[in-house]
C-alpha cells in the first residue's frame, strides 16, 4: 500500500481455533485512511498488481524530499514579508504558488525562529487511529533533553518525536557547547520542509519502511554507526492504539542498523533505548524487551487534555519511559516529587510506597498501592479482593465466571485483550 509492506494478520472468530489470514495496512487501522486487503492465499492478477502500482504512485506527496530541501533553499532567500505558510495545505509557499492558494488561509512574515520550530507550525494530526501525534509539554521535552545529554548522549535517534528532535537541533544552532545531533524518523512528511536528508527520514515504524529507499536507510545506518566514541541512544514514542508487536520488530531492526556497523566486537551492547508508551502496555513491552524496565517518570502533553501532569489539577498522565539502561541512572526530578528508593535502585514517584511483602516499589499509576496477601501481590487502591474472580477488582466489577467467554478464544477467565493465542499470533 502507500505506506509500504502490509502486515499479516488474522482474523479470528469466537470460539474458532483457527483464523484466515489476511494482509493490511501496517500504519492505518482505520480503513477510511488507507483500505488495502489481501487474503494470504488470493492469488492477485496482473491487472489488479498494475492498478495497485498505479495508486501507489498518485498516493506519494506532491514534492520529493529533495524537492522540498530545494524549496526551503528559496524560501529563506524570500524577504519576511514575503513568506507564506499555507495552513490548509500545510506548506510553505513560494511567490509563483500565491495565486494558487488565495482563498486559503495562511500565516505571513513567517520567522527564522519559527521555521526552526515546525512542531509550533503544523497543526498536530490527531487523528487517533494513524498518526496520533501527541506533541510532549515543554517540560516534559526539556526532561528528555537534560536526561539524554547528563548521560553523555552525543546523537539521538527521534522515532516519532519531531518536538524532542526539534528542540535538539535548536539547542545545537544556538548553544555553542551543545553537541547533540538528532536524526527523526517519522511517518508525517509535512517534516521534510524543514529538515534536509540528514537530518529526516520519511520512515514507517510499525513496517521499518524507509520511504526515501537505499539512500535513506543509509542516512539512518551512517547515523547510528559510532565514530569518534559518540555514543547514540534511540527515543522513540508511537501512537498508543500501535501494535506492540510490530514496533516491537522495527526497533530491533534498527538496533540490527548499528550493530552491523560496529567494528569486530568493538561494542556488543544494545542500543540504549527510551521507549515512550502507557504503563499498561508494560507486560507487553517486556515480552519482547525482557531487559527493559519501566521508569516512574510521568510524560505529559501539549494537545492531549487527559495527559497532563497531575500537579496542574488534570489527571495524571498515564504514559511512561521504558528503558534498557540501569535504573539507578535515570535520575527523576526531586523538585516533581520523585525521590531515590535505595532498595529497588531507581527513582520513584512521591505516591510509590516500597512494599516489604513485594520487595519493590510497586505502585504503576503514581497512586500508593496496597498489598493483598490473597492475591500475594500490591493491587490498585480502589480494588477489593473478590472471592467470587478469585483475585481483586473494582467493587462493581462483574465477576467473570459468570460472564460469556472471551471473545476470541471462547474460553472463560480472561477477556479479548489478554487472550493467549492473541499474543501467539
Ligand atoms: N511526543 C512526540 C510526538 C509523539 S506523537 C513529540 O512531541 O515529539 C507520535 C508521532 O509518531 C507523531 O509524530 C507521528 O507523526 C508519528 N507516527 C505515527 N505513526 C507513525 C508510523 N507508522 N511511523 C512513523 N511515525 C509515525
Ligand atoms: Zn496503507
Ligand atoms: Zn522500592
Ligand atoms: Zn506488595
Ligand atoms: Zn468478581
Known sequence: CPLGPALLFVKTSQGKEKGRRFYACSACRD?????????????????????REEYNRNHQPRFTHRQNVERYKNFVRLPLPKRRFCQECQQLLLPAEWEKHLDHQFLCDISTAQLKCPSQLLYPLENKKTNAQYLFA???????????????FQRVLSVGTPRLHEMIQLKASQEEDFRVRSLLLDID????????????????????????????????????????????????????GGLVEALASSFKKLMAMREETEKEGYNNQEMPMFWIFPYFFESRILEFFPTFTMMDYQVDYDNHALYKHGKTGRRQSP?????????SMIVLPVEEGYRFCAVCQRYVSSGNQHCEICDSCTSKDGRQWKHCVLCNKCVKPSWFHCNNCNCCALPDHTCERTEAGCFVCGKAGHKRVTCPSLSRT
Open 31 to 51: 480503513r477510511k485512511d488507507c483500505n488495502f486487503f489481501q487474503w494470504e492465499d488470493e492469488k492477485v492478477s496482473e491487472t489488479r498488481l498494475a492498478a
Open 138 to 152: 515543554g517540560r516534559s521535552c526539556q526532561f528528555l533533553v537534560d536526561l539524554i545529554t547528563d548521560l553523555g
Open 189 to 240: 512528511f509535512r517534516y521534510s520542509q524543514f529538515y534536509t536528508e540528514d537530518e529526516f527520514c520519511h520512515y514507517n515504524m510499525f513496517n521499518h519502511y524507509f520511504f526515501g529507499g537505499e539512500a535513506a536507510r543509509e542516512t539512518c545506518r551512517k547515523f547510528l554507526s559510532q565514530d569518534n566514541g559518540e555514543r547514540v541512544i534511540m527515543v522513540t514514542d508511537p501512537p498508543f
Open 319 to 327: 504514559v511512561r519511559i521504558f528503558t534498557n539502561l540501569t535504573p
